[in-house]
């Protein structure tokens, strides 16, 4: 068992054992965690297409006997770590999402979301539908404050050539991101895109927030939290896998992902939530009526009246319905 103290904090243990033993009761932020498959050897976690000669070896599996109660220690130590309003989100293939979802019933953790995680080149099947996608369970603790930046990406207001809230699209439930290829490049079993990571880092925590991965695996959470500027808590069992991939953490300068990042679009809409006075719904109607006076589309004006009156669309929309303009004008 040994530890590396940095930026990040990475043993080489079982994580049930490890977190019992160093992470203190509500130290942790967020946990993102894509725990082992459970299937006796099924092709299932094989890539397409992939030369498995450049799979490190000695993943430690867990037997279908034994993995609905390792299920439940594992979830009830990621239950005790997590601070009141921390979240965490597990990925899961369907052949154990029953037990995963049984351990989150038994613990005071409540769902969020349950996001299905969509990509290319499932395992070719010949007598039955090919699985291309996976499951992300978003679950939170009770009690405290949920960390979630809904505009850590896209700006409410940001559309696309279509007029389609670019927003909406990128917090929709189902994820279509790609698994990354690496050919003729050592890699862990199955690791995690960056992408997806990223997402659910920047939606999900602050910088300097613990991040906390109990199957580090490929250490892709790793490298991902420290490059978004994130602290970085984790375990891995197997030696060979952590002894190649923990090296890896050394060369990472924390934050240096985030000069790449996608800036979004955001400008402040300091009445969004609050209650309409007689005075606005008046102004509404006065500068409504003049836009469309002046011969501007619908859409167009909801777009000036949302800068005017620092209020969001579906708000503008609401009182414009009550005050006699719904979308039944141009």
């Not at 300097?208 to 695996?217: E, H, I, Y």
């Amino acid at each position: 068992m040994s530890a590396l103290k940095r930026f990040f904090t990475v043993y080489n243990c079982d994580c049930i054992y490890g977190a019992r033993k160093y992470l203190p009761d509500g130290s942790v932020d967020l946990i993102v965690t894509d725990p082992p498959y459970g299937i006796n050897g099924d092709r299932l976690h094989r890539h397409y297409n992939r030369n498995e000669e450049f799979v490190i070896g000695d993943y430690v599996e867990i037997s279908k006997e034994k993995y609905a109660g390792f299920t439940d220690h594992w979830i009830r130590q990621a239950e005790r770590v997590l601070r009141p309003g921390g979240s965490i989100y597990i990925v899961s293939g369907y052949t154990n999402l029953a037990d995963i979802l049984n351990a989150l019933r038994k613990t005071s953790l409540k769902e969020v979301n349950h996001i299905i995680w969509k990509f290319r080149f499932g395992v070719f099947t010949k007598n039955k539908y090919i699985s291309s996608h996976y499951h992300i369970l978003f679950y939170e603790k009770p009690g405290g404050n949920r960390t979630f930046n809904p505009e850590s990406r896209f700006g409410f207001n940001e559309k696309d050539a279509n007029r389609n809230s670019l927003n909406n699209t990128d917090r929709e439930d189902v994820w279509l991101i790609n698994r990354e290829y690496k050919p003729g490049r050592i890699k862990n079993k199955n690791e995690l895109p960056i992408a997806l990571l990223t997402k659910i880092i920047q939606y999900s925590s602050n910088e300097g927030d613990l991040v906390c991965d109990f199957f580090l695996g490929g250490f892709s959470t790793a490298k991902v939290a420290i490059g978004l500027n994130r602290r970085i808590v984790g375990f891995e069992i197997s030696r060979p896998v952590f002894i190649a991939k923990s090296a890896e953490l050394e060369t990472i300068r924390p934050g240096s992902m985030i000069c790449n990042l996608r800036k979004p679009n955001v400008y402040s809409q300091k009445n969004r939530g609050r209650s309409w006075s007689e005075e606005e719904y008046s102004a509404l109607m006065d500068g409504y009526d003049q836009l469309l006076s002046d011969g501007l589309p619908r859409y167009r004006i909801i777009a000036l009246l949302e800068e005017q009156l620092g209020r969001g669309r579906w708000g503008i929309e609401k009182a414009l319905k009550k005050i006699g303009r719904g979308s039944s004008r141009r």
